[in-house]
């Protein structure tokens, strides 16, 4: 009998770890995001749904073509619970991903979600880095209408490999992906990561810390 108590905790115990790893299912249709409400919750507070809109749930401007007038020729519009309220709860966003000839996505991370991206426009050279085996890189050439996904958590880039703009969309497993760009990450913190720590990080003298640190 205790065998069995403890068999059933354990069962329990694994339920309850399942449970709270990931984003609970929806307890209703939805929850449009209120941004004006002041209760702190885990996600966004819901608007009331009497008063939800088929706006709620629509976004417009995925056709159009992003800014790539930057250092790295990389525009990323992004259609996350920020700007589509009615994501709120559901676990999914979207992007339109436009490159320059020759832009980069640099390496960087979402903590919250995987992305499976699909080229509508050009060729790009994709990556990640596995934790498991140690630092290995996964890389293909992507043409359009390929499809590629980098788990979630892993360090990932796109590098537009060819003399022509390119165009992605990319789907994330979070309302609120976040993104860590590793560069600005450890070379632009606000305050900044001291240079000693990040020379000897880096195994490099501190000058040349100090001139990536000017770059981010
Ligand atoms: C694109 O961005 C650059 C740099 O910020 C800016 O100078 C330029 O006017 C922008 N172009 C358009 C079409 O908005």
Not at 54 to 64: I, V
Not at 138 to 148: N, S
Not at 152 to 167: D, E, I, M, T, Y
Request: overall charge positive.
């Amino acid at each position: 009998m205790t065998k069995q108590i403890a068999h059933f905790s354990l069962l329990a115990f694994a339920f309850c770890y399942l449970a709270f790893a990931y984003e609970p299912k929806p307890l209703q249709d939805y929850c449009v995001a209120d941004p004006k409400s002041s209760v702190y919750v885990n996600g966004v507070a819901c608007k009331n749904p009497m008063q939800t809109q088929a706006d709620d749930f629509y976004f417009s401007g995925l056709h159009l073509m992003g800014n790539t007038t930057n250092p790295f020729g990389l525009r990323v519009t992004p259609v996350t619970v920020a700007q589509l309220p009615g994501l709120n709860t559901l676990d999914i966003s979207m992007v339109r991903i436009d490159y320059a000839p020759w832009g980069l996505n640099p390496p960087h991370t979402h903590p919250r979600a995987t992305e499976i991206i699909t080229v509508l426009k050009g060729t790009l050279q994709v990556g990640f880095v596995t934790s498991y085996p140690e630092n290995r890189l996964i890389t293909k050439v992507l043409c359009k209408g390929d499809v590629f996904v980098f788990p979630v958590g892993l360090v990932h880039f796109q590098r537009n490999v060819r003399s022509k703009p390119a165009v992605a969309i990319g789907a994330l497993s979070s309302q609120n992906p976040g993104a860590i760009m590793i560069g600005n990450a450890v070379f632009g913190s606000n305050p900044p990561i001291a240079s000693e720590i990040l020379a000897k990080a880096f195994q490099v003298d501190k000058k040349l810390v100090d001139q990536l640190k000017g770059k981010f």
